[in-house]
């Protein structure tokens, strides 16, 4: 029997680990250099109540508690899966490089995208004359930066190893889905591919910008257009979240699996096949996470 609250659940892979959510628990596992899984688990509880629950804005809510959760676990991940002899970084380091991260996530996918169009529209009349024109070039271009970013760090060894995390968390998930027992057994047989991935959110903010961001008037200064989109970006991300889960819930529609498709492709980059260590480890996250206390031998708790 299929579990009805599967929309409920989701996942991050993290360094060398898997961050599972439920409505009620979050919890990260990570597996140190001793072979060792390291679980930390906590309540949580969301205000979705009033107008929080309201469409767009419950996007914009659940996409928050995702980045903060999302940032804890990373911090965890990186703290645990290093060995006793590795210099930790300090939460200012980490906090220095998350920063740093998002700077150069606007500059690669915002900043430049919009540089290289406002000049294409200097040699191509129709960028300069339609703004739908426009934004579709830079909706193109960004998507291509964007391709070319992800297969590019794919190649890094430390990334490779998320990738396979992130395989053994959308296997564990479709396994929990198809309302199977929660064994490794089942989840090697699952697809590694799933409709609801962050990667696939992504690609829908991308397209979803283009028309968004034709409100803004074709003549406005350089810096207008820079400054809009990043004001734009909550707005754009309410709309995709609600794309996103009405495609989750409606994948059955030819209009809704072309939207699925694309993220489906991307997905054979940003994901690979994981091994039964990391679906161990994957599994144990989501265990814990639907409420069981999981009592294995080598599974610590902080």
Same mark, same amino acid.
């Given at each position: 029997?299929?579990?009805?609250?599967?929309?409920?659940?989701?996942?991050?892979?993290?360094? +060398?680990?898997?961050?599972?959510?439920?409505?009620?628990?979050?919890?990260?596992?990570?597996?140190?250099?001793?072979?060792?899984?390291?679980v930390q688990k906590?309540?949580?509880?969301?205000?979705?109540?009033?107008?929080?629950?309201?469409?767009?804005?419950?996007? @914009?809510?659940? @996409?928050?508690?995702?980045?903060? @959760?999302?940032?804890?676990?990373?911090?965890?991940s990186a703290y /645990?899966?290093?060995?006793?002899?590795?210099?930790?970084?300090?939460?200012?380091?980490? =906090?220095?490089?998350? !920063?740093?991260?998002?700077?150069?996530?606007?500059?690669?996918?915002?900043?430049?995208?919009?540089?290289?169009?406002?000049?294409?529209? /200097?040699?191509?009349?129709?960028?300069? *004359?339609?703004?739908?024109? !426009?934004?579709?070039?830079?909706?193109?271009?960004?998507?291509?930066?964007?391709?070319?970013?992800?297969?590019?760090?794919?190649?890094?060894?430390?990334?490779?190893?998320? =990738?396979?995390? /992130?395989?053994?968390? /959308?296997?564990?998930?479709?396994?929990?889905?198809?309302?199977?027992?929660?064994?490794?057994?089942?989840?090697?047989?699952?697809?590694?591919?799933?409709?609801?991935?962050?990667?696939? !959110?992504?690609?829908?903010?991308?397209?979803?910008?283009?028309?968004?961001?034709?409100?803004?008037?074709?003549?406005?200064? =350089?810096?207008?257009?820079?400054?809009?989109? @990043?004001? !734009?970006?909550?707005?754009?991300?309410?709309?995709?979240?609600?794309?996103?889960?009405?495609?989750?819930?409606? *994948?059955?529609?030819?209009?809704?699996?072309?939207?699925?498709?694309?993220?489906?492709?991307?997905?054979?980059?940003?994901?690979?096949?994981?091994?039964?260590?990391?679906? +161990?480890?994957?599994?144990?996250?989501?265990?814990?996470?639907?409420?069981?206390?999981?009592?294995?031998?080598?599974?610590?708790?902080?």
């Amino acid at each position: 029997m299929k579990n009805k609250e599967y929309s409920d659940v989701g996942g991050q892979a993290v360094i +060398e680990g898997v961050m599972m959510r439920a409505p009620e628990k979050f919890v990260i596992a990570v597996r140190n250099p001793d072979d060792q899984i390291v679980v930390q688990k906590k309540n949580v509880t969301i205000d979705n109540k009033g107008i929080f629950k309201k469409p767009f804005i419950r996007g @914009l809510v659940a @996409l928050y508690n995702a980045l903060i @959760l999302g940032v804890q676990a990373l911090n965890f991940s990186a703290y /645990h899966a290093m060995g006793e002899g590795e210099e930790k970084m300090t939460k200012k380091e980490i =906090f220095l490089s998350m !920063f740093l991260g998002l700077g150069l996530g606007v500059v690669l996918f915002i900043f430049l995208p919009l540089l290289i169009t406002d000049l294409l529209k /200097h040699v191509i009349p129709i960028v300069k *004359q339609s703004f739908l024109a !426009f934004n579709a070039v830079d909706g193109v271009i960004r998507v291509i930066f964007f391709l070319i970013y992800i297969y590019v760090i794919s190649f890094f060894k430390d990334i490779k190893r998320v =990738f396979e995390y /992130h395989g053994a968390e /959308h296997k564990s998930i479709f396994t929990y889905e198809a309302g199977e027992e929660l064994t490794v057994e089942n989840a090697r047989t699952k697809s590694r591919f799933h409709p609801r991935c962050g990667t696939s !959110f992504l690609l829908i903010v991308m397209i979803v910008s283009i028309f968004v961001f034709s409100v803004i008037p074709k003549d406005s200064h =350089f810096v207008i257009k820079f400054a809009s989109r @990043l004001v !734009f970006i909550p707005v754009i991300a309410g709309i995709s979240y609600e794309i996103l889960k009405f495609s989750s819930r409606n *994948q059955s529609g030819k209009l809704i699996q072309l939207l699925i498709v694309p993220g489906l492709w991307l997905q054979k980059i940003t994901t690979k096949e994981p091994d039964d260590k990391q679906l +161990e480890v994957a599994l144990l996250s989501l265990r814990e996470a639907l409420g069981e206390n999981v009592e294995e031998e080598g599974v610590v708790y902080v």
